[in-house]
């Protein structure tokens, strides 16, 4: 199985701090459901409020990002 269902429920909001991003791209090959990165590489968030599965890739891009400029916040 793969992809994100469109009717998932949220269980988190992802921010990400372009101030911070300096533009590595580990957030986008990791979640590529969740960022992207515009053409000068800063992040894109693509999906602030991920289900289940995009929001744990998410949070291993956080945990991956060398600038810590990705948030994700559980949400109920
Ligand atoms: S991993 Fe972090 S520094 Fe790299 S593009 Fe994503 S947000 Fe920016």
């Keep these: 199985m793969s992809g994100e269902q469109p009717c998932e429920r949220p269980v988190a909001r992802v921010e990400a701090d372009t101030s911070r991003c300096v533009s590595s791209g580990q957030c986008a090959v990791t979640a590529p459901l969740v960022f992207d990165q515009d053409e000068a590489g800063q992040v894109v968030v ?3 409020e991920p289900g289940a ?4 890739l998410a949070r291993q891009a ?7 400029a990705i948030r994700v916040y559980p949400v109920s």
Excluded: Q, T
């Design 46 to 48: 693509l999906a602030a």
């Design 53 to 56: 599965r995009a929001a744990e």
């Design 62 to 68: 956080a945990a991956l990002c060398p600038a810590s």
